[in-house]
């Protein structure tokens, strides 16, 4: 069906740039060919809405706070390409892709070109794809066909299960604290990509939309007779700007929109230790003291511990908060405290808002300098509800406001001995579509950028640190973003609500964040909201949070109690072994920390990842991988001691990490899960290293490392490189780094290991020691040499 006719012609090829006129109206579509697996469309009515991008920043650390030029694609490799032109329609093609568009309406379809063969994975609706001249109301609209045969992953930090269709979101940053996190939408982060794959044909592509606007993704809840299965994007304001990458494996999509967005940051080792927080500490008229307590508590029960969260209650004026006051009755001496919790090697995070309540004592100054999100007439601060008072937001895109959020927090907060920022309650509740931005001098609607104001706060905070302390690697936390924010900080699900539902829906909620390249996440443990977890959900919750990149127990309690590692005495010497464990599995972590950066690799999977031509592992389930070796499959339930774990197929079979059991791959299997430790399976093959110093409170920071050893159980060949350097500067950036690395042949009778190094980095050990699992007794050589144990299943070489 034909609702009206939209006739395009070509006018223009040139720079891998083809560019399409309606009739001789002033609507154009421009069609960029990037690379040959990434295709960029832009419809453009009369003039562009918004000539910068800050999302995308192919293989970058960073971009200027102005942003890119939207038309600039010199980062990209511009394929050879062809196009050939009839009367009706024009067939764009690369080495990987192919792109038909009908030129009535331009309504595209989509092929993979693989192995000689051309696949359709995507087309666009028949009746009208686009919003023409407004004939689908305000607002661009995308609209493509759907098949009752793709799945649809990504969308970041979204509810309910893995798969998206059915479902209908809306990509909108609020503040929903004690979320329901099976049901509720929106949250909190603004992440317009998501990823679709045909069970049948197995091909994956994305969609990406370099917009910042409010919008909805129906993902077939809609229906309309007239107009067969579809699926929608539609956005309140901005641009139509998509990027669509073929995979053709899911994970390759995953990967190259990491890409596309910019490189994780690559932060210190300290980051992915255990982090302490609570707001109630900092709530307390003698917070000082309370802060202090807790370095002792960690001290008196063990607790390995590299950071502590400083929650805003340490900038108190009354009841409500005040962001770059210290609140000195509060804290009478934050660099003497500063100082205690770097004697004891615990860094400290301070939060802060980008929102000034109307009686905040700088309230004035930045009122009258326009630094602020401004009303819609540009004259007064657009004032908005802010926790507990009404307030007006800081205006990142005003280089003044820019300038001194910098000033604040160098002289407020790292000047103190702060070592970190922690970017909070930075959604941007702004709802006059119509207020001002500044937009570097070029103003415009906050409805068009809400979601950059979170991402240039977090950048100038980074910023702030950079060049505070040059010689060392920033960490930053933010809880609202976009993509491009994993180049300035690691995030987390937000408020969480205590339950057991919660845990298991946001083991799903981090699997969206990680298919949507954000990849170094965590959960607040234990859960924020809510009454005090039981002691047995606590554990639990503990045994899943230590294999997240962020690990931080956190929480505000309804009932006014804290969660802490000692909360119950009961069950404290299994929360104490299981942070130990989290410290011992550090440089496994770390690695993947730095293959994030490296090569935009996820570090947190879902079992399907690496396993997609296993369909089995596209059933719904509570597991997830922590890089390519390790199953977590977290205890979600109450009362279970016992875990039902499916093995995707692989080679040679699957290990139980604690018990050294071997299971065959492809079938499910029923493995122990006492509250001692999490139920955690190795693929066959795996080398995970570890930290095998004698781990206690004072001698977290000691460094030994052993390698944990999982050969195939018949013939087989497998290779580990470990990543090594001082985890804190910025030498690693001057190739200052060790490799280390690990050659496992596999036969029924004995086990061969080679051993080597390469690289300047100084080790702090000389040996190593090899782990094999419990109950092997195939003879081990390791570098030729014939090996004999030091004790039960463990061999110590040098590493010189």
């Known amino acids: 069906m034909i609702l009206r006719n939209y006739p395009f012609h070509l006018v223009k090829e040139e720079n891998n740039v083809l560019e399409f006129q309606l009739n001789n109206e002033e609507t154009f579509v421009k069609v960029f060919v990037l690379e040959e697996n990434i295709i960029r469309v832009m419809l453009i009515e009369k003039e562009v809405s918004l000539d910068k991008s800050w999302l995308v920043a192919p293989g970058m650390d960073d971009i200027a706070k102005e942003g890119r030029d939207r038309f600039d694609i010199s980062p990209f490799s511009l394929p050879a390409f062809t196009h050939e032109l009839t009367d009706h329609q024009c067939t764009i093609s690369t080495a990987k892709l192919k792109v038909v568009f009908d030129l009535n309406g331009m309504k595209a379809t989509w092929y993979a070109r693989l192995e000689g063969s051309e696949v359709e994975f995507a087309k666009d609706r028949k009746t009208q794809a686009y919003n023409l001249n407004h004939s689908l109301g305000n607002g661009p609209s995308h609209y493509l066909a759907r098949s009752l045969n793709e799945q ?421 010497h299994y929360i104490r072994n299981l942070i130990k464990f989290r410290t011992k599995i550090t440089p496994y972590i770390y690695n993947l920390l730095y293959r994030s950066w490296k090569y935009y690799e996820p570090m947190i999977r879902p079992t399907f990842y690496d396993f997609e031509a296993d369909t089995n592992t596209f059933e719904e389930n509570d597991d997830f991988m922590l890089g390519q070796d390790l199953l977590v499959a977290s205890v979600v339930e109450k009362g279970v001691f016992e875990r039902l774990v499916y093995l995707p197929k692989n080679q040679d079979g699957w290990y139980d990490f604690h018990t050294g059991f071997w299971y065959q791959g492809g079938q499910q299997v029923v493995i122990p899960a006492p509250l001692d430790y999490t139920p955690l399976m190795v693929k066959a093959g795996a080398i995970i290293p570890t930290n095998d110093a004698s781990i206690h409170f004072e001698t977290k920071e000691k460094d030994e490392r052993g390698f944990h050893l999982f050969p195939h159980r018949e013939n087989g060949e497998s290779a580990f490189e470990l990543y090594e350097d001082d985890g804190i500067s910025n030498d690693y950036l001057e190739n200052v780094h060790a490799l280390i690395k690990v050659r496992m042949i596999s036969s029924r009778e004995a086990i061969h290991v080679e051993l080597s190094k390469e690289g300047i980095y100084q080790l702090p050990y000389r040996e190593v020691n090899l782990h094999l699992p419990l109950g092997e007794t195939r003879s081990l050589t390791i570098n030729g040499t014939a090996c004999m144990r030091n004790n039960d299943h463990v061999y110590t070489v040098s590493i010189d």
């Open 152 to 572: 649809y992953f990504g969308l970041g930090e979204k509810c309910g299960g893995n798969d998206r269709h059915g479902r209908r979101y809306r990509m909108m940053s609020v503040d929903p604290m004690g979320y329901d996190a099976e049901l509720t939408d929106p949250l909190y982060k603004h992440i317009p990509f998501y990823i679709t794959r045909n069970t049948e044909t197995g091909i994956s592509f994305g969609l990406f939309y370099d917009n910042l606007s409010t919008s909805i993704f129906d993902m077939g809840n809609e229906l309309d007779n007239y107009h067969g299965y579809y699926r929608y994007y539609q956005a309140e304001d901005g641009d139509l700007d998509y990027y669509v990458i073929l995979g053709p494996r899911l994970k390759e999509v995953t990967e190259t929109f990491s890409w596309l967005t910019g490189k994780t940051s690559f932060f210190p080792k300290w980051s992915i230790g255990y982090s302490g927080s609570t707001m109630s500490y900092t709530d307390a008229p003698n917070a000082q003291e309370q802060l202090q307590q807790f370095i002792e508590d960690c001290e008196k029960h063990d607790i390995p511990c590299d950071s502590f969260q400083l929650s805003s209650g340490y900038t108190s004026i009354g009841a409500k908060r005040y962001v770059f006051n210290w609140n000195y009755d509060k804290v009478p001496t934050p660099q003497k405290m500063a100082d205690s919790f770097h004697e004891k090697g615990i860094r400290l995070c301070a939060n802060i808002k980008p929102a000034l309540l109307v009686d905040h004592p700088m309230f004035e100054e930045l009122k009258k300098n326009h630094m602020f999100v401004m009303d819609k007439d540009g004259i007064e601060p657009e004032i908005v509800q802010f926790w507990d008072e009404l307030g007006a937001y800081v205006d990142f895109t005003n280089p003044q406001s820019y300038d001194w959020w910098k000033q604040q927090v160098t002289e407020k907060l790292l000047e103190y001995g702060i070592d970190s920022t922690w970017n909070d309650n930075n959604e941007y509740e702004v709802w006059e579509a119509d207020a001002k931005a500044h937009g570097f001098g070029k103003e415009i609607n906050i409805s068009q950028i809400r979601p950059l104001q979170p991402l240039l706060m977090m950048k100038a905070s980074y910023e702030a640190q950079k060049e505070y302390a040059p010689a060392l690697r920033p960490y930053l936390i933010s809880r609202s973003g976009c993509p491009g924010m994993q180049r300035y900080v690691q995030t987390w699900s937000g408020d969480n609500r205590t339950s057991w539902k919660t845990l298991k829906y946001n083991i799903k909620m981090g699997i969206g964040l990680s298919m949507s390249g954000i990849y170094n996440i965590g959960h607040d443990v234990g859960g924020f909201a809510g009454a005090a977890p039981e002691p047995e959900l606590f554990v639990r919750w503990v045994q899943n949070g230590i294999f997240h990149p962020r690990f931080t127990i956190h929480s505000w309690n309804d009932d006014a109690t804290v969660n802490e590692p000692w909360m119950y005495p009961a069950v404290t």
